[in-house]
């Protein structure tokens, strides 16, 4: 085999294509309209699980659907055929069972490959769980095909006779192709005509290596919609499936339902194999956003938001990270300028209470914790947080102090010096461990 041998992955970003011309306008988010309709899928008990050291219990996935469920996630994929594995097969079917009796508000979803086996596997799996659904795929892009040595006659045989065979079993199929963003607008044709005609409701769209950008996104949906329409099949749903390897997960999911998906993989965390996957929590708060605005019903308990993340994390063993999107100080601050915007913004609260405004003083104090954060921790299940350190002033001082459930007003000049002293000898933020030191020797100088 000589370089010229290699086959090219199309590049949805960049490569032009008659019959799939590059966009040249694009929306810069979705409509509400087109919000308001999209579902959001869980995949936090499959791919994320392939991204952590060590399977978690059936009981603690259990407890985690339970979560899902309350939340307002009713859809979740938790197996994919195991092959071999006789530990993980017991454990998903475990899952299955457990679903079935304790969650049966959401829908269970498996991955199935275009194989004898796999199939009898997902027939397994409906026997367990009767509202099973199965997404039956393959690999399709071009260097995939030619490390597994297949044609693309060969992968749409397999396709037209495992969907068929899936849904002739009575189990829902969702049709996928993994590295649908390297694979042509020729061949996704084909592809998409395929699965339609062996009676796939549903058709996964899916950025197996997270190659893509918004752009691209945008444009394979919007091809593949209008390849629906040609084809009668405009009823047919289609999935998201996107990865944050090059950081493009929420944009590439926001552009996708601008273009008419109807349904987004996420996990929580955005944990998954590599970079991971779409973050549950970017989606849904960026989503809650534009149905806010729109003044459209949120379909998501937002205040159930951080107890659910923060279980899955827990669970698969993540540890919190300390930035990026509800990470440990998405609303902590110990900056001087900014601790007394906060500050006063809660001494207006506090004036509005006293007049007995109290509709006033509710929309100042939900200022006081949004004048330097993006997310409102009571909307979300949190707390606001403050520190103190080297780049921090009087205010912040107090701000702390207050929101240790304390009296600012309390605290002496000279022990707010003492508090900020201690911050530059050590010269970093103090920990709560060392505030509470700091506030217990107050005591002891006003009792003294």
């Not at 329409?229 to 999935?239: E, M, T, W």
Request: glycine share 8%; aromatic share 6%.
């Amino acid at each position: 085999m000589s370089c010229n041998d290699v086959p090219q992955n199309f590049n949805w970003n960049s490569d032009k294509n008659p019959i799939a011309p590059l966009p040249t306008q694009v929306a810069g988010e979705p409509r509400a309209a087109q919000v308001a309709r999209v579902v959001l899928l869980s995949e936090c008990l499959r791919d994320g699980l392939q991204g952590i050291t060590g399977y978690p219990s059936p009981e603690k996935m259990v407890q985690y659907l339970h979560l899902l469920d309350d939340f307002g996630i009713k859809q979740a994929t938790v197996g994919i055929y195991p092959g071999n594995a006789a530990t993980l097969d017991t454990a998903m079917k475990d899952l299955l069972a457990r679903m079935r009796d304790e969650v049966p508000s959401i829908v269970p979803s498996v991955l199935s490959l275009c194989t004898d086996d796999s199939l009898r596997w997902t027939a397994d799996c409906r026997r367990i769980h009767p509202g099973v659904e199965s997404l039956v795929f393959m690999g399709t892009a071009p260097s995939r095909r030619l490390a597994q040595g297949w044609e693309l006659e060969f992968i749409l045989d397999k396709l037209d006779t495992y969907i068929r065979r899936t849904a002739e079993l009575g189990i829902p199929v969702i049709a996928g192709t993994e590295h649908t963003t390297q694979t042509s607008p020729e061949d996704v044709r084909e592809i998409v005509a395929t699965q339609v005609g062996a009676g796939a409701y549903c058709i996964a769209l899916a950025d197996t290596i997270g190659v893509i950008r918004p752009i691209g996104a945008y444009r394979l949906v919007h091809f593949v919609r209008q390849e629906l329409a040609a084809l009668g099949a405009s009823h047919v749903k289609l999935d998201w499936h996107g990865h944050r390897d090059t950081g493009n997960a929420l944009g590439n999911a926001m552009m996708a339902i601008s273009a008419g998906i109807d349904r987004v993989h996420v996990v929580s965390r955005g944990v998954g194999e590599r970079s991971g996957n779409a973050a549950l929590e970017e989606v849904v708060l960026n989503l809650a956003a534009i149905q806010v605005e729109a003044g459209l019903p949120v379909p998501w308990k937002l205040s159930r938001l951080l107890e659910l993340i923060s279980f899955y994390q827990d669970m698969v063993g993540v540890p919190t990270p300390e930035h990026g999107v509800l990470g440990r100080r998405y609303s902590h601050t110990s900056s001087g300028i900014h601790a007394d915007a906060i500050l006063k913004a809660y001494g207006l609260a506090d004036t509005a209470h006293a007049a007995r405004d109290f509709a006033l003083e509710h929309k100042l104090r939900e200022m006081a914790r949004t004048v330097y954060s993006a997310v409102d921790p009571a909307t979300v299940g949190g707390v606001q947080s403050v520190g103190v350190s080297p780049w921090s002033g009087h205010s912040a001082v107090k701000l702390a102090y207050l929101s240790s459930g304390r009296d600012p007003d309390r605290l002496s000049p000279a022990m707010i010096e003492r508090i900020l002293g201690r911050a530059n000898q050590l010269g970093r933020e103090l920990t709560a461990q060392d505030l509470e030191e700091c506030y217990a020797q107050e005591q002891v100088h006003h009792g003294a």
